[in-house]
Every structure is written in structure tokens, then in C-alpha cells.
T-cell receptor, first 116, second 115 residues
């Protein structure tokens, strides 16, 4: 059974700092990996999606990497801003479709706080 | 904005009651998935509907049931509510042509509180 773990659970940094969020998964047989942002009490906003054949994706100040063989992904945020404060969730796309594990298997998230 | 809407935004129920949550998919999407997110946890897959048929189900009891309508909107029904059902319920829609590869778009969620 696929399991996704995110470390750290919470992170507080001063504004302007570069930071890395970590995600690990137990089964390397995935279609893709996706990073989401969630503001308190809100839905999910997709940030980056990396296909299983790719190594990384970039969008603005965000860069996500994927190492399928080791079951790891990182989300790098450059020059952090207070507006980046949110919970960041990592999700892997399981093989198959529907089934008992569904399409997306999520970690518990990393709660990021960027202090002015 | 993803084009996926959910109603209501917030709901308070008492233990033992029944609740219906609604999701309107993004235009052109034929698949909807429902997730439950307890406080401090990642979303957990409840079930998925494709062309009005349940296509997969997570580890949730039968009192969690769903429907998908011809216009691809969807309902999640929960009977005999328990305190642990308090959570944010998220729906995600997608267009499935090549099964297993589509991107899901999430709605804003419905916050359910069971007292």
C-alpha cells in the first residue's frame, strides 16, 4: 500500500529565505507527483505536477524535483514571502484508476509560516 | 479558480443525522472524486464516479454513498453521522479519456461539523 510522508510537519522561516520541503513515498510505481497549496479552511491549489518520466518542474519561485527510484520529491521555494504562508501537500498518482486507493494519495502536509 | 463549485460551504449537524453535499464539476468533465480531510491530515479518498457509475472506493463504510448525474454534477451522502465525520469534504473533477492520466481540479470544499 502506497504511503506518503512529508517532513517537516511545520516550518517557520524569516522572509527572504530559501527553503526546501520534503516528500517521500513508499512505492516507486507512480504516474506522477503533484504539489498543492492549501490556505486555512480552503480547497487545494495545484502548484506543480511532475510526470514519472520527468526529473523536475519549475514555476516562478517554485521548483519541484522527483527521484522515483528513491521515492523522494522536494519543493524548493526561493526568496520566501509572507504570502507563501500556507500548508503544502504532496500527492502521488497511484497506478490504475479508481480502485481502493483512488487517484491521489496525499501526505499530511507541511505547514509553512514566513515571518515578515 | 478551477470552475469546480461545492455547496454548502459550511454545515453543522448532530450525531445520527444524515447530510448531502453537492459538487458541480468543471464544464466538460466526466469524472468526480470525493475526499475527506480531517483537521491536520491530508485528504483521504472516499470514492470516484465515472459516467454515473462508482469506479473505485476507499476505506469508508457503506453509510458514505454518492451519485453522479447526467450533467456530471455529484452528491455525497453520509448517513448516521458520527463525531469523527467532522472534516472538510473536497470534490475534484476531471476529464477521463485515457484512464489514469487525467489532472484533477479541486473545489473549495464543504466544512462539516458534527456535534
Amino acid at each position: 500500500k502506497q504511503e506518503v510522508t512529508q517532513i517537516p510537519a511545520a516550518l517557520s522561516v524569516p522572509e527572504g529565505e530559501n527553503l526546501v520541503l520534503n516528500c517521500s513515498f513508499t512505492d516507486s510505481a507512480i504516474y506522477n507527483l503533484q504539489w498543492f497549496r492549501q490556505d486555512p479552511g480552503k480547497g487545494l491549489t495545484s502548484l506543480l505536477l511532475i510526470q514519472s518520466s520527468q526529473r523536475e518542474q519549475t514555476s516562478g519561485r517554485l521548483n519541484a524535483s522527483l527521484d522515483k527510484s528513491s521515492g523522494r520529491s522536494t519543493l524548493y521555494i526561493a526568496a520566501s514571502q509572507p504570502g507563501d504562508s500556507a500548508t503544502y501537500l504532496c500527492a502521488v498518482r497511484a497506478p490504475g484508476w479508481g480502485g481502493s486507493q483512488g487517484n491521489l494519495i496525499f501526505g499530511k502536509g507541511t505547514k509553512l509560516s514566513v515571518k515578515p | 479558480e478551477t470552475g469546480v463549485t461545492q455547496s454548502p460551504t459550511h454545515l453543522i449537524k448532530t450525531r445520527g443525522q444524515q447530510v448531502t453535499l453537492r459538487c458541480s464539476s468543471q464544464s466538460g468533465h466526466n469524472t468526480v472524486s470525493w475526499y475527506q480531510q480531517a483537521l491536520g491530515q491530508g485528504p483521504q479518498f472516499i470514492f470516484q464516479y465515472y459516467r454515473e457509475e462508482e469506479n473505485g472506493r476507499g476505506n469508508f463504510p457503506p453509510r458514505f454513498s454518492g451519485l453522479q448525474f447526467p450533467n456530471y454534477s455529484s452528491e455525497l451522502n453520509v448517513n448516521a453521522l458520527e463525531l469523527d465525520d467532522s472534516a472538510l469534504y473536497l470534490c475534484a473533477s476531471s476529464f477521463s479519456l485515457s484512464l489514469g492520466a487525467e489532472t484533477q481540479y479541486f473545489g473549495p470544499g464543504t466544512r462539516l461539523l458534527v456535534l
